[in-house]
């Protein structure tokens, strides 16, 4: 503040000077008050988004867990997958049959 005189010679302070210097710290804090809360904004926004897709994201997992080994698919698989290794195993034991015949047919031929 600065210090004034009137006409009668007393000091006075220059008030309208410190108001004007006020209001434009004034506009200046308002001014960043509003970037403030438009970034706020932004980031609360993004957040509800974040937000959503890890629950979306939680929501499909506990899907394919509650799917997973105890669906009937997965039932429906695993009985398909038995059968398939009997019948693997089974044609093995065939062929290995079929093999060992055919071994003592081509030493029957060769004595002969």
Request: net charge negative; glycine share 4%; no cysteine.
């Amino acid at each position: 503040m600065t210090l004034k005189f009137n006409e009668d010679g007393y000091p006075y302070e220059d008030l309208i000077e410190e108001n004007k210097k006020l209001e434009s710290k004034i506009k200046e804090l308002d001014n960043s008050l509003s970037i403030a809360l438009d970034i706020n904004d932004k980031y609360q926004r993004d957040n509800k988004k974040l937000k959503d897709q890890a629950r979306a994201a939680e929501g499909e997992t506990t899907i394919i867990k509650g799917i997973g080994m105890n669906s009937p698919e997965m039932r429906a698989l695993q009985k398909e997958v038995v059968e398939l290794k009997t019948d693997l195993a089974r044609v093995k034991e065939d062929h290995q049959y079929d093999n060992l015949v055919h071994q003592k047919e081509l030493e029957s031929l060769r004595k002969k």
